[in-house]
C-alpha cells in the first residue's frame, strides 16, 4: 500500500514531567487521517499527584477540567477502538515512547507502530534550521498559534505528515517498507542553514535606522524589532551555525518575507517598534507585549491604589504593585504597636528580629531614628538623597533597576544572612524605591512635550511632539489640550513613554543632546 493511500493516526501526548516514573500522562489527544475531529482526554491523576502549577501554565489546563478527568484505562480503551491497525504518527516520538511503553506494559495492551515525523524532517531537511513542531508546521504554512493543547499538536502533525509525503514520494519513498529501509539509511550530514525567505530580502536593505518585520506565509507577524541599521541587524541573524539562540531559529524556520519601515533616528525607531508590537501581538516578541499588564498609580500617603489616576490617586503610573511592597511593609512594621517586623518583607521568609536588628543597624549607619520613618514622605526623601549622591559606576546600575521587572524581581535570599546583609538590603529597597518614583515624574513630564535632539554636537536637529503622551504629526498642536494627568491610563502609553525616557537617555550617553520644552 502507497503511503499515501495509509491509515493512519495522528497522537500527541501531554505529561506532567518529562520521563515515566517521576511524571504522568495528563492529556491524550488524537485524530483519524480519513476523519477530521481530533479527540482530546485528560486523564485522572493520582491523588497524591497533584499537577504543578507549571505545568497547567504550560498547557492552558485549567483545573476545574481535571475534574471530569477519566482513567487512562478507559481512554486506551476508546482511542484502541477507534484506530484499529493503524500505526501512529507522532512529531518528536521520542518523547511519546517511553510514557507508551510504560503503559503498553502496565495496562497489557497491544503495541502499535509509530511513525516519526521528526525524525523523516530531519532527513528531507538536513539544513532546515528548525524541526520542531512550530518550526515545522509554519515552515509548511501552518497558523499554529500557542501549540498548548494536544489538539493543537495534533492538528500540525496532520499539516507536516501531508507535507511530507509529498517530498517523501520525489525520493521514491513510496511504501511503508520504502520508508523504514529509506529511515536506517546514513543520514545526510547537515552543512549551512537553508532559510525560506530569499536572500535578496535582506542584502539589499539600506543601512539606515528603522523597523523590521519577519513575516510568515500566512501573511502573520511572527516578530518585530528595531535597528540603528536595517542592513546590519537584519543579516545578523542569519550569520553562524553553532550556538544559535533556538528560539530564533524557529522563527526564521517560518519567515518567508520580510517589510521595514526606514526612520530618521533609532529613536523614532524604538518609538515605532513598542507601537508596532502592540499592534500586531506577534508570538515570537517577548518584551512590550501588552498581555494583561495594567498600571497603577498611589494615594500620596501610599495606602491605597488605583489602575486609573484621579485626583486621589496621583502617584505614578507604574507598572507593578509591587514596586513598594518592602518599604510599605517597612512602614507598617514601624506604625504597629509593638514595631513588629513583617518577616515577608523581602518576598520570602526571614526572622523578624533579624530584620529589626539590620534596620537598627542601617538607621545608625545614616544616623536615623527608627520612628523617623513612620512616615512614608522620610523614606523617599533618604532614598532620594541616596540616589542623587550615588557615585556615578552606582548610577548607572541604578539606571538598570528602572525597568518594571527589575523593581519587582524577588530577590534570591542568601544562605545565613547576617544584620549587616539586612542593613544592606534594606539601603537598596530604599534607593529602589526613590528611582521608581523619580522615573513615574519623568514620564509624566514626557507626556507633554516638544523635544530637540541631535545625535552628535554637529549633527542634525530632529523635533519630535507629543500631547497626552501621543506623538503628533503635522497636527495643529495649539488645538490639543494638553493634560497633565494619564488620560489615557494604559499600558500603550506607559511603554512608549518609558522607551523614549531610555532612548532620550542614549542619546545623552553617546554626546548627542536633547531639550525638552513641556507644555
Known amino acids: 500500500m502507497r503511503l499515501k493511500d495509509l491509515q493512519v493516526f495522528f497522537l500527541d501526548l501531554q505529561t506532567t514531567g518529562a520521563k515515566p516514573g517521576t511524571a504522568n500522562i495528563l492529556e491524550i489527544a488524537w485524530a483519524l487521517s480519513d476523519v477530521p475531529d481530533v479527540r482530546s482526554h485528560l486523564v485522572a491523576q493520582p491523588e497524591d499527584q497533584p499537577v504543578p502549577k507549571r505545568i497547567l501554565s504550560l498547557t492552558g489546563i485549567r483545573s476545574e477540567e481535571l475534574e471530569d478527568a477519566k482513567p487512562l484505562d478507559q481512554i486506551f480503551e476508546i482511542l484502541y477502538r477507534e484506530i484499529s491497525d493503524r500505526p501512529a504518527v507522532i512529531h518528536f516520538a521520542q518523547f511519546e515512547r517511553p510514557f507508551l511503553a510504560s503503559s503498553f506494559e502496565a495496562l497489557k495492551l497491544r503495541e502499535f507502530p509509530v511513525i516519526c515525523t521528526h525524525a523523516i524532517a530531519k532527513r528531507l531537511f538536513p539544513n532546515l534550521p528548525a524541526k520542531g513542531i512550530k518550526g515545522l508546521a509554519g515552515y509548511f504554512g501552518h497558523a499554529s498559534g500557542e501549540f498548548k493543547r494536544g489538539f493543537s499538536h495534533v492538528e500540525a502533525t496532520q499539516v507536516i505528515w501531508n507535507q511530507l509525503l509529498n517530498e517523501l514520494e520525489k525520493q521514491q519513498v513510496e511504501t511503508l517498507e520504502d520508508l523504514n529501509i529509506w529511515l536506517n539509511q546514513e543520514a545526510p550530514k547537515k552543512t549551512k542553514y537553508e532559510y525560506p525567505m530569499p536572500k535578496e530580502k535582506r542584502l539589499n536593505l539600506p543601512k539606515v535606522p ?310
Open 210 to 519: 528603522g523597523v523590521y518585520r519577519y513575516i510568515s506565509q500566512w501573511g502573520e507577524i511572527l516578530y518585530v524589532g528595531k535597528a540603528t541599521s536595517l542592513h546590519d541587524r537584519v543579516n545578523s541573524y542569519f550569520r553562524g551555525q553553532k550556538g544559535r539562540d533556538s528560539f530564533k531559529l524557529e522563527m526564521l524556520t517560518q519567515a518567508y518575507d520580510l517589510v521595514v519601515t526606514p526612520c530618521r533616528t533609532p529613536l523614532e525607531a524604538a518609538l515605532l517598534e513598542t507601537d508596532e508590537i502592540k499592534k500586531h501581538n506577534p508570538r515570537y516578541n517577548i518584551s512590550l507585549k501588552a498581555g494583561e499588564r495594567s498600571l497603577i498609580f498611589f494615594s500620596r500617603d501610599f495606602l491605597s491604589m488605583s489602575p486609573e489616576q484621579d485626583e486621589e490617586h496621583s502617584i505614578g503610573p507604574f507598572s507593578n504593585a509591587l514596586v513598594f511592597d518592602s518599604i510599605l511593609k517597612l512602614n507598617e512594621s514601624l506604625r504597629s504597636e509593638e514595631q513588629t517586623f513583617d518577616p515577608n518583607m523581602f518576598y520570602e521568609p526571614l526572622d523578624s528580629e533579624l530584620l529589626k536588628a539590620g534596620f537598627e543597624i542601617f538607621c545608625n549607619r545614616h544616623q536615623e531614628r527608627m520612628e523617623t520613618f513612620t512616615s512614608m514622605r522620610s523614606i523617599f526623601a533618604l532614598g532620594l538623597y541616596f540616589v542623587k549622591n550615588a557615585p556615578p559606576e552606582e548610577e548607572e546600575a541604578l539606571e538598570e533597576l528602572e525597568s518594571d521587572v527589575e523593581i519587582s524581581e524577588e530577590e534570591e535570599i542568601e544562605v545565613e544572612l547576617t544584620a549587616e546583609d539586612i542593613a544592606d538590603k534594606f539601603e537598596r529597597h530604599f534607593k529602589r524605591a526613590a528611582q521608581a518614583y523619580l522615573r513615574a515624574r519623568k514620564l509624566t513630564k514626557l507626556l507633554n512635550t516638544d523635544i530637540e535632539y541631535a545625535l552628535s554636537s554637529k549633527g542634525p536637529r530632529f523635533t519630535l511632539y507629543f500631547r497626552n503622551g501621543q506623538q503628533m504629526e503635522d497636527l495643529p498642536l495649539e488645538t490639543i489640550i494638553a493634560s497633565p494627568r494619564w488620560r489615557d491610563s494604559s499600558v500603550v502609553t506607559y511603554d512608549r513613554m518609558a522607551v523614549l525616557l531610555s532612548e532620550l537617555d542614549r542619546v545623552k550617553s553617546k554626546k548627542g543632546h536633547y531639550q525638552l520644552n513641556c507644555c
